[in-house]
């Protein structure tokens, strides 16, 4: 499966961004597809996942903040951020996996390029 990240930009403090991870040579929902981010200087951290039967898992940090969804007709996973903080500024990735374990964890057999979204007044 091919994956392809959209939607990073510009917000402040506050705002809110969907970003939106296509998928090509491969159906979606066949897969677990994660979120993951890299801020500046800092490792990969995982943010949110949803699994083949539609299980949702968030990171502590974006719960209540952060909504995952997937769209079987356009073949995408979505990441609705809301109430963006500067914290929330890094590179981020989306990524697929066949098992749906280990979900929260960075262990996903296909990348797309990443996306970035930056949270600054």
């Known amino acids: 499966v091919q994956l392809q990240a959209s939607g990073g930009g510009l917000v402040q403090p506050g705002g809110s961004l969907r970003l939106s991870c296509a998928a090509s040579e491969g159906t979606l929902s066949g897969y677990s597809t994660g979120w993951i981010r890299q801020a500046p200087g800092k490792e990969r951290e995982f943010v949110a996942a949803i699994s083949r039967s539609g299980g949702r898992y968030y990171a502590d940090s974006v719960k209540g903040r952060f909504s995952i969804s997937r769209d079987n007709a356009k073949n995408t996973v979505d990441l609705q951020m809301t109430s963006l903080k500067p914290e929330d500024t890094a590179v981020y990735y989306c990524?697929?996996?066949?098992?749906?374990?280990?979900?929260?964890?960075?262990?996903?057999?296909?990348w797309g390029q990443g996306t970035q979204v930056t949270v600054s007044s």
């Open positions: 990524a697929a996996k066949i098992a749906s374990i280990g979900l929260v964890t960075l262990q996903y057999n296909y």
